[in-house]
């Protein structure tokens, strides 16, 4: 059966970051070929000029981490971060889990990790002691669950433009707002992903999207 576009993408998300010991479960392989109506001209999840939309929240999820996730029961659950505690009345600590790689093989840091933040929140006020964050004076109510937010995800900038993450796909090719092909990331903390990769055209209409699919050259 094939489904177009990001309704599939949406239903399959959870088990494409799905990873596991390939000792003990199998590598699915092959290649998850969408179309969207989205073009985003940016993969950076901190660049609040690119609209929001439910494509390019699917997409930051494949390639980044944020610190921590919301798990059932809405509850706060660990990812990049491996515990938190408040500090003081408008303070938060969070301390950074060890051994986790950007893709690009550098090692996530603390400093990276603050780097990444302040660039998606210039109004909060981020300090480095040891292995843990400390965030202060944020607006937020409830800075961890707003953590888990896409645009917080954490992003490592290089020099040259390219973004990193550490999430369970790293970028293979990115022609802005026509597009991205994905490969999985091998080292991933996580795990390896089920899938080689994932291949997004953007701004195909839903016709094209339905035409593609018929003739077997979409998912």
């Known amino acids: 059966m094939k489904v177009s576009g990001w309704r599939w993408l949406a239903a399959s998300s959870l088990l494409l970051v799905l990873t596991a010991n390939a000792e003990t479960r199998p590598q699915y392989g092959g290649t998850l070929r969408v179309m969207t109506r989205e073009a985003p001209a940016t993969l950076d999840p901190a660049d609040n ?4 939309s439910f494509a390019r929240r699917n997409v930051t999820l494949l390639i980044f981490d944020t610190l921590v996730t ?14 938190w505690q408040a500090a003081g009345n408008q303070g938060w600590r969070f301390r950074l889990r ?35 964050l400390l965030i202060e004076n944020s607006s937020s109510a409830d800075l961890p669950a707003e953590l888990a937010l896409e645009r917080n995800a954490i992003v490592k900038r290089n020099p040259d433009g390219r973004l990193s993450g550490t999430g369970p796909f790293q970028v293979s090719e990115w022609q802005p707002g026509k597009k991205l092909t994905l490969s999985a990331n091998e080292d991933c903390w996580r795990g390896r992903p089920f899938l080689d990769g994932v291949e997004i ?7 094209d999207q339905m035409a593609a699919a018929e003739m077997g050259k979409a998912d």
């Open 98 to 132: 060890r051994g986790v790689r950007f893709q690009d093989g550098s090692p996530l840091t603390v400093e990276e990790a603050a780097a990444s933040l302040r660039a998606a929140n210039s109004s909060w006020e981020i300090s480095v002691e040891g292995d843990s």
């Open 201 to 207: 055209e953007m701004g195909k209409s839903f016709r």
């Open 70 to 83: 919301i798990g059932e029961n809405s509850r706060v659950q660990p990812s990049l971060a491996v515990s």
């Open 49 to 52: 000029a690119q609209p929001d």
